[in-house]
């Protein structure tokens, strides 16, 4: 861990205690909004709650658990859970990596009660059948967004199993590989120059921003999805597995990449690419960008001199700025 002297930081660093309450305060608004944890149709488009966006929500509150501990917020998980019988949107043959999101947290809930086998059974299935489809011919993660929605889930399964009968870390390394280096006429996804990625082949080139202009598309969002997920797997992933030292770099040179692309309130823009591509601020790549920001520091990746100053002012706009 890294030990930071409060007075060497910005007068405007938060005190824990004010941290904690706003996290508490943002937890207690969504459940007061949805008191019932778990819904089949609630989502926009008759979605269930099994999938990416809740499974989001899950991530956050579970880490807010980690900290305070509230039996409150692992029943409202375990309720989330139950609903769906501890199943992703499709079952055990999914195709889809945003489901696996919602997989990921019911790891974390095995995790937090490991007599709880059952909490596993479906995502460990599905897991197990992308492992053994042959990747050559699968093109699942053909988004970014699947580093964040997909990659965790494979990372703990890796952690909780050892790896000791199945490839969990390899396996996933092969989705990301593509996805970075390999899909698309430009060979992948990743800007090895700018250090940042396009959402898919569409923005590859072209691309029409909001004022008629063609110019580079950084998704705001799209973006922050890699390098949370980044965090999330690095995370529980050993530093012995192969690749960690790729996934390290990259991590840092997205980090460095997104310092001059802040703005001067604290937020990101929706395109990190052309500001004036729907301008304004942008909460949800902004809280992202934040968390991985603070989970390099606080797990020593990134120094804090340089880094804390955009976590503090990343906070600060989530915080108390207008959205």
């Not at 698309?184 to 590859?204: E, F, M, Q, V």
């Not at 999805?225 to 790729?246: I, Q, Y």
């Not at 989970?295 to 108390?320: E, F, K, Q």
Request: proline share 5%; aromatic share 14%.
């Amino acid at each position: 861990d890294v030990t930071l002297t409060v007075s060497a930081m910005p007068a405007a660093l938060p005190s824990q205690a004010q941290i904690l309450s706003d996290m508490l305060l943002a937890n207690h608004y969504f459940t007061n909004e949805w008191p019932t944890a778990g819904c089949s149709t609630c989502l926009p488009g008759s979605h269930p709650s099994s999938i990416w966006t809740r499974a989001t929500y899950f991530e956050g509150s579970l880490a807010l658990w980690r900290l305070n501990h509230d039996p409150a917020i692992t029943n409202y998980a375990t309720q989330w859970g139950t609903f769906h019988n501890w199943t992703i949107r499709y079952g055990a043959t999914d195709t889809t990596p945003d489901d696996q999101c919602a997989g990921s947290e019911f790891i974390e809930l095995y995790q937090a009660n490991t007599t709880q086998t059952n909490r596993l059974t479906n995502i460990v299935a599905n897991l197990n059948y992308w492992m053994i489809t042959n990747k050559t011919t699968v093109d699942w993660w053909y988004y970014i967004d699947g580093v964040h929605m997909s990659m965790p889930a494979f990372a703990k399964m890796a952690a909780i199993s050892g790896n000791s009968n199945t490839n969990y870390a390899s396996s996933v390394y092969s989705y990301w590989h593509y996805v970075k280096s390999t899909i698309g006429p430009s060979n992948g996804l990743y800007n090895l120059t700018d250090h940042l990625w396009w959402r898919d082949t569409n923005y590859l080139s072209g691309y029409k921003a909001s004022d008629g202009t063609t110019e580079k598309c950084y998704w705001s969002r799209g973006n922050g999805w890699v390098f949370a997920g980044l965090a999330r797997a690095l995370d529980v992933l050993p530093a012995s597995d192969p690749h960690f030292p790729e996934y390290v770099q990259t991590f840092r040179e997205m980090a460095a990449a997104l310092l001059p692309v802040q703005r001067s309130d604290g937020f990101w823009n929706v395109n990190l690419g052309y500001a004036n591509d729907y301008p304004g601020p942008e909460s949800s790549g902004t809280a992202l960008f934040t968390y991985g920001l603070a989970w390099g520091i606080h797990h020593g990746y990134l120094d804090p001199a340089t880094y804390l100053p955009a976590v503090i002012n990343g906070w600060n706009a989530l915080a108390v700025g207008a959205l």
